[in-house]
């Protein structure tokens, strides 16, 4: 696709998966950065996103989750990666539940999984903290950024 648009933006949709064990929250430790985020990913063409999300938790940590709710939907800000490739996302952050498995670095997008007391998680950009808060709220319908 790059050979076709270059470094043109692309708008692809991507899902966070927001994965708690009791008071506990499942974070990784993205290779690209060094930051600890919830699991993230981007869907494959015609799959559905809720798939997608597990799909990336049994991926990226080696764990598998039931994917509970939508908890939020949101455009983030556009990125440009190093080779100067640009992508706008459309994230939608799933509210899941850990099922089984123990979480380790299970591909080479991350070099830590761990889980993380809700209550002392580590550093979150204000985007990423946005999406777990709506992730571990008990509300039955999604979070809409305007």
Known sequence: MRRKVGTDPLWLPG???????GDELLMVRRSDNGHWTPITGIVDPEEEPAVAAAREALEEAGVVIRVDR???????????????????????TFACSWVSGEPYPAD???????????D?????SA????????????????????
């Open 120 to 124: 002392a998680l580590p550093p979150l």
């Open 127 to 146: 985007h990423m903290r946005a999406r777990v808060e709506a992730g571990l709220a008990d509300e039955r319908e999604a979070r809409f950024h305007r």
């Open 15 to 21: 899902v966070t998966a927001v994965v708690r064990r």
């Open 70 to 92: 939508l908890a939020s939907a949101s455009v983030l800000p556009e990125v440009v990666y190093d080779n100067g490739d640009r992508a706008a996302y459309l994230d939608l």
């Open 108 to 118: 080479d997008e991350s070099t830590d999984a761990r889980w993380w007391p809700i």
